[in-house]
């Protein structure tokens, strides 16, 4: 059983920065893609971005290209989402989550097994 433990959220003016990190742990990390989702208040769960195991390529949704980056650092079974340029439609709470080995479905929820319990972001305008 992966347990997967957010943290970095907080309150942000617009065109800041945050970083948020998730810590993973009870599995092979390495053999994890790892994904970042948000969902704000009244809405779907929506996925941000995602990186393979171990060779790390990530592709991200449109709507955050330029502005999130997502990265992972094996040794310390973590992974990233650097937040800039921040906007007040990107207040939400963010997840990240975990599938072992490849997922086909990387954008959708269904495409991991393994779930953080979120932290709040809220940009202000």
């Known amino acids: 059983q992966v347990q997967l433990v957010e943290a970095g959220g907080g309150l942000v003016q617009a065109g800041g920065s945050l970083r948020l990190s998730c810590a993973a742990s009870?599995?092979?990390?390495?053999?994890?893609?790892m994904g970042w989702f948000r969902q704000a208040p009244g809405k779907e769960r929506e996925f941000d971005g995602t990186i393979r195991s171990a060779i790390g390529v990530t592709f991200d949704a449109d709507s955050v290209k330029g502005r999130f980056a997502i990265s992972r650092e094996n040794a310390k079974n973590t992974v990233y989402l650097q937040m800039n340029s921040l906007k007040p439609e990107d207040t939400a709470v963010y997840y990240c989550?975990?599938?072992?080995?490849?997922?086909?479905?990387?954008?959708?929820?269904?495409?991991?097994?393994?779930w953080g319990q979120g932290t709040q972001v809220t940009v202000s305008s």
């Open positions: 009870g599995g092979t990390f390495i053999s994890y893609t």
């Open positions: 989550a975990a599938k072992k080995g490849y997922s086909a479905s990387y954008n959708r929820r269904d495409g991991y097994d393994y």
